[in-house]
């Protein structure tokens, strides 16, 4: 597939995802869930398209290879498995959970969701050996593809490692407390910081009350794409000081509200917010201004001036 080619059928899965807003937040939302559904999906998904795929992998552990992929990068290219995925994608079969997967891998939190949930899978004391290194060599392959499709960068992985470490070690107040390695008395004035308190964030023209509505929007509407649709309808509402970026809007809305709500990262939102706000060259509008999007936003607006 050229880069034209890739650019339109990048453009293409934008217009699935608007015409398929609830569809594609289902399956974000079983992505993003504590079950391992989504992640099986996907699993049989790839078996289905490429059948040998199970058995390179057997072989492999036979041999004890586990650091060289480019075997199974090297099978999926013979299967054809780009012409496979796009040929589903633009498929009759509305069963087929093709569309939203590819849409979730490009404009979803789905490389990290993916090695999340396969580290849980792995941790289940019933999965056997067999089921763990396939696991483990999917996982390999993924955060190797993510950067060679450049939707991720190593110094991201870095980023998500090192966060990963800080949570495993408990270090999370310590963390979040830090100030650019600076201790607050010697803290240099520049850029500020982004922990501001989220009713700081709010304007003078704000209900009085608009605190308690978003917590009552979050409490049931909490993914990815509905806290982006948040920033969007409080943006548009002014309700929001400018400028509020989405790191310091997601930080405030966790300290806020978490532990009792989980506010997903800022990775996703931020994700789910570029794709809100790109447009949609055909209609010359962003996705966030047409069809579904645009109707949740309006009845979101019309909740929080209430």
């Known amino acids: ?172 107040m310590e963390w979040a407390l830090e100030t650019d390695g600076q201790p607050d008395g010697n803290k240099k004035s520049g850029r500020p910081s982004t922990a501001s308190p989220l009713v700081q964030m709010f304007t003078s023209t704000a209900p009085k009350k608009l605190a308690e509505k978003i917590g009552d929007y979050l409490t049931t509407k909490h993914s990815q794409s509905d806290i982006a649709r948040l920033k969007i309808a409080l943006d548009e509402l002014r309700f929001l000081v400018s400028p509020v970026n989405i790191k310091p809007f997601r930080d405030a809305l966790a300290g806020q509200f978490c532990p009792g709500i989980h506010i997903v990262h800022e990775r996703g939102i931020q994700e789910a917010y570029s794709r809100l706000t790109s447009t949609v060259p055909a209609r010359g509008k962003q996705i966030a201004d047409i069809g579904e999007d645009r109707i949740a936003i309006e009845k979101l607006k019309d909740f929080l001036r209430r």
């Open 1 to 172: 597939m050229g880069q034209q080619e890739y650019d339109a059928f990048k453009e293409r899965m934008k217009h699935w995802m608007l015409d398929n807003a609830d569809a594609y937040d289902e399956f974000e939302e079983i992505m993003n869930s504590q079950s391992d559904a989504g992640y099986q999906k996907i699993m049989a998904q790839a078996m289905a398209l490429v059948p040998r795929y199970e058995k390179a992998i057997s072989q492999k552990m036979n041999r004890s290879s586990l650091d060289d992929t480019a075997d199974i990068e090297e099978l999926f290219a013979d299967e054809n498995i780009g012409a496979k995925l796009v040929g589903q994608f633009d498929g009759i079969d509305k069963e087929s959970v093709v569309p939203a997967m590819l849409c979730w891998l490009f404009f979803g939190r789905s490389f990290e969701n993916m090695v999340e949930r396969g580290e849980e899978i792995m941790n289940n004391p019933n999965i056997n050996r067999f089921q763990s290194f396939i696991i483990a060599q999917t996982t390999k392959i993924l955060i190797k593809k993510s950067i060679n499709l450049k939707l991720r960068t190593k110094e991201d992985w870095n980023e998500y490692y090192d966060l990963r470490k800080i949570i495993d070690n408990d270090k999370v």
